[in-house]
């Protein structure tokens, strides 16, 4: 039984910055491809970030360059560093595996808001 924690979000102004936090248990970060997701009311949870079991990274556009998924595999940990924040950036976010076919459990996510 894995479970998925973020943490970190927080109420921010326009241009701020944030770092959110993802605790799994086991060694998923290690042999899966993990993601940031992102959900406002009324849309669809849609991927963000991703970082590959080689390492390597992809951002969807609206985030390119401000963004920046790593993570920590000894602390069984993930991050997300949101730099240049802007209100369309406002969400819940949650992270988990990229495919479907190992998803985990979602967490509860952690509350973004961007606004002035």
């Known amino acids: 039984q894995v479970q998925l924690v973020e943490s970190g979000g927080g109420l921010v102004q326009p241009g701020g910055s944030l770092r959110l936090s993802c605790v799994a248990s086991?060694?998923?970060?290690?042999?899966?491809?993990m993601g940031w997701y992102r959900q406002a009311p009324g849309n669809q949870r849609e991927l963000v970030a991703v970082?590959?079991?080689?390492?390597?990274?992809n951002y969807a556009d609206s985030v390119k360059g401000r963004f920046t998924i790593s993570r920590d595999i000894a602390k069984n940990t993930m991050y997300l560093q949101m730099n240049s924040l802007k209100p369309e950036d406002t969400a819940t976010y949650y992270c988990?595996?990229?495919?479907?076919?190992?998803?985990?459990?979602w967490g509860q996510g952690t509350q973004v808001t961007v606004s002035s």
């Open positions: 988990n595996t990229l495919s479907s076919r190992t998803r985990l459990a």
């Open positions: 086991g060694s998923a970060f290690s042999t899966s491809s």
């Open positions: 970082i590959f079991s080689g390492g390597g990274t």
